[in-house]
Structure formats: structure tokens, C-alpha cells
């Protein structure tokens, strides 16, 4: 049996300013996959080809031990896009009997209930009448009520409260305490990621920089503040990219114990998901 959920394998997507790939990514099942990059960055992109929204133009896309082209993987898939909503005239009970009719037997008109109420919605207010995080939490429980063995959410904290982000990344793991489930979650809000991710991936400007474990990566990487001199004392490789300023030097270095072994009266404190990015982003501006 198979403990992949979804993969891209060589993926790529040619568009006329842009390209994504090769990508290797793979979404291990029993797992969160926290994905991250930059607007533009091609994470939309790479979302759309697991999920069979789009074809790769090279490579190979895997869904569920088949492909996204295969619509019975995809019935098995809850997909909640930032940007997507139903019908704004709708209410949820519309919503859900309207899905009942699309997932048939799959769907679970219980599990949609209590999800509504969990969430707060009311199922006779017309979608017209939400709020961002409203409309947010309505796809989310349609996405779960039908029960996806994959969730593939982008940006599903966006716009809600940090109380409501909580309940959320509390409801994520506990959807994947059944080793069959797995989410691929893109999301702005690293903290979020930090939380409850098993793995980041960081895609930049098209490309795969890493997807690493999340607890290895926050414990490999570091940020070095130090003088112009000291620098030079650093394993060669570690820094990834360095800011020099009128007080000293601030790199993002990898291998951070090595780093404060050889530099151990300088600070090299923990690096988070944003200092990586935002250090890598300025090596490209170099």
C-alpha cells in the first residue's frame, strides 16, 4: 500500500512569462504539508496540477494511487481555493443539499450540520450576508462533510480571527489522526504552518527550494548577527545570505549549532519560516 497521498514528480507548467518546475513534491499520507512562497511564486500552480485543475506540460502528477484525470480520485479530494465561493444568493442548507447531490452516498448531511455549528453559520443565512471568514469556514465544512481522504486548502486561515485559526489547526490535526488523511496546506500565515505542519515546502519564483521536515528545518536554521570580521569565522557554506548594515552583519545561516560553535560569543537565534524566505527572497536580490 501506497503512503503517498499525492505527488508531483518532474511537474512543470509553461505559461508565457512564467514557468513552474520541475517539481518534486510529495504529500505523505498521515501528514500536514505546509506550503509556502512568495505572491506569484507558483503555489496556486502546483496546487491545480495535484488536484487535476490543471495538466502538467512535463512530468507526472499522482492523486490517491491513481491520477488527478481520474474522478474517483478526485471525489476523494476536499479542495477549499482563498478565492472560490459558491453561489452568494445560496444558504448553507441549499449549499448542502446541492452537494448531497454531487457526492451522493459520500456526503454526510450530519457531519455538515455540526460542522455549521461548530462554526457558527447560520444554515438559513444567505452567503450574501457573510463575512470573509464566514465564507471561508462554509467551504471548509463542505470540504470535510464528505469525507476527503486529502484536504488541499489555500490560504483557509486567511481573514479569520486568531481564536477561529485555532479551532481550525486543532480540527486539521485531528483529521489527520486517521493515518489514511493528509493535508497539503498553502498558507501567508507561517505561524499557522509552525503550529501544525509535519513538512514545509518553499517554493520560490517556480522552483522547489526544499521540503523538509518542519521541526529539522526550525532547529537547522538560524539567524547570525555578527560583525563584518566575525563572518569570516563561519563553516564555509553556512550562510545562506548575509545583510551587511552600519552595526554589523545579519545572515541567514544553516547548520546554526556548527555556526555557534565557531562563533560563540555572536547571536544566532532560531530562524522562523518568515526569516527564511525573506532571506532567500534577498538573495535573489543581490
Excluded at 486543532?170 to 483529521?175: A, R
Amino acid at each position: 500500500m501506497t503512503t503517498i497521498a499525492a505527488a508531483l514528480r518532474g511537474a512543470e507548467k509553461h505559461y508565457t512569462r512564467f514557468t513552474l518546475g520541475p517539481l518534486d513534491l510529495t504529500v505523505p499520507k498521515g501528514s500536514i504539508v505546509g506550503l509556502v512562497g512568495e505572491n506569484g511564486a507558483g503555489k496556486t500552480t502546483t496546487i491545480k496540477l495535484l488536484t487535476g485543475g490543471l495538466r502538467p506540460d512535463a512530468g507526472q502528477a499522482e492523486l490517491l494511487g491513481s491520477s488527478p484525470a481520474d474522478p474517483a480520485a478526485r471525489a476523494r479530494v476536499g479542495v477549499v481555493f482563498e478565492d472560490a465561493t459558491f453561489f452568494m444568493g445560496m444558504t448553507p442548507a441549499q449549499i448542502g443539499h446541492s452537494l448531497a447531490g454531487v457526492f451522493g452516498p459520500a456526503w454526510q448531511p450530519e457531519t455538515y450540520a455540526a460542522l455549521l455549528d461548530r462554526f457558527g453559520l447560520d444554515p438559513k443565512q444567505k452567503m450574501k450576508e457573510f463575512s470573509r471568514g464566514m465564507r471561508m469556514k462554509l467551504n471548509l465544512a463542505a470540504a470535510l462533510a464528505h469525507a476527503p481522504e486529502l484536504l488541499v486548502l489555500d490560504e483557509p486561515t486567511a481573514g479569520l480571527d486568531p481564536v477561529m485559526r485555532g479551532e481550525l489547526l486543532d480540527l486539521f490535526l485531528d483529521y489527520i489522526q486517521d493515518e489514511n488523511h493528509s493535508i497539503l496546506l498553502s498558507s501567508h500565515i507561517t505561524t499557522d504552518l509552525e503550529q501544525a505542519a509535519d513538512s514545509i515546502a518553499y517554493i520560490h519564483k517556480g522552483k522547489l527550494l526544499f521540503q523538509e521536515d518542519k521541526d529539522l528545518l526550525l532547529q537547522e536554521y538560524g539567524v547570525l548577527r555578527c560583525s563584518e570580521a566575525d563572518l569570516r569565522a563561519v563553516p564555509a557554506g553556512a550562510a545562506v545570505f548575509t545583510r551587511r548594515g552600519p552595526l554589523g552583519c545579519e545572515s541567514l545561516v544553516k547548520g546554526r549549532e556548527a555556526v555557534r560553535a565557531a562563533l560563540p560569543s555572536a547571536v544566532c537565534d532560531p530562524a522562523r519560516i518568515d526569516d527564511i524566505m525573506r532571506f532567500y527572497a534577498g538573495r535573489d536580490h543581490e
